[in-house]
């Protein structure tokens, strides 16, 4: 049983979270593979990230992976050329969300995929690595679904 001045605590941290939007927590920048001293990303380095730290990290893409029964599962791996480099997805949520759909429809071959309910809230997705700290604790209204990415689209036949 949670003691009521904790409850109180863990509301106030939800209804920050959502009013200050997507996280881009100092523990996310410092556990995205850049910052631990790897000169290229390696499906390693990306596979040890949250999805918090993953959707922060540039040299990492959260993608969704559902096995049915469960919708809600993803891997985070090393972000592919062109399209997925040089973006954190995060950013597609956050305060510069329209520069970023912007500046990933004009890299020629890519388009901005908004995802489809995606929820960024704690243990409101499953990945190899679980869910910690640096994800705010918060509801979304749906869950489950891919996040949002820069994708390749093929040129029509």
């Known amino acids: 049983m949670v003691k009521k001045g904790r409850s109180w605590l ?13 996280c881009s927590s100092k523990a996310a920048r410092d556990a995205s593979p850049g910052s631990q001293g790897v000169d290229k990303p390696s499906k390693i380095a990306c596979a040890k990230l949250t999805r918090t730290q993953c959707m922060a990290a540039r040299e990492c893409m959260l ?9 809600d599962l993803y891997d985070c791996r090393v972000a592919e050329p062109t399209c997925e480099t040089g973006f954190a997805q995060q950013d597609f949520l956050g305060k510069t ?45 749906c869950s489950g679904g891919p996040p949002p990415l820069c994708a390749f689209v093929a040129a029509p036949k």
């Open 63 to 71: 993608v969704h992976t559902p096995q049915l029964p469960r919708r």
């Open 97 to 141: 969300a329209t520069a970023q759909r912007s500046a990933c429809n004009k890299k020629p071959g890519c388009q901005f995929e908004a995802g489809g309910c995606y929820c960024h809230c704690r243990d409101s997705g499953r990945a190899a690595v679980p869910d910690g700290p640096e994800a705010p604790v918060c509801d979304c209204a």
């Open 10 to 22: 863990l509301l106030a941290a939800g209804l920050s979270a959502l009013l200050l939007g997507p």
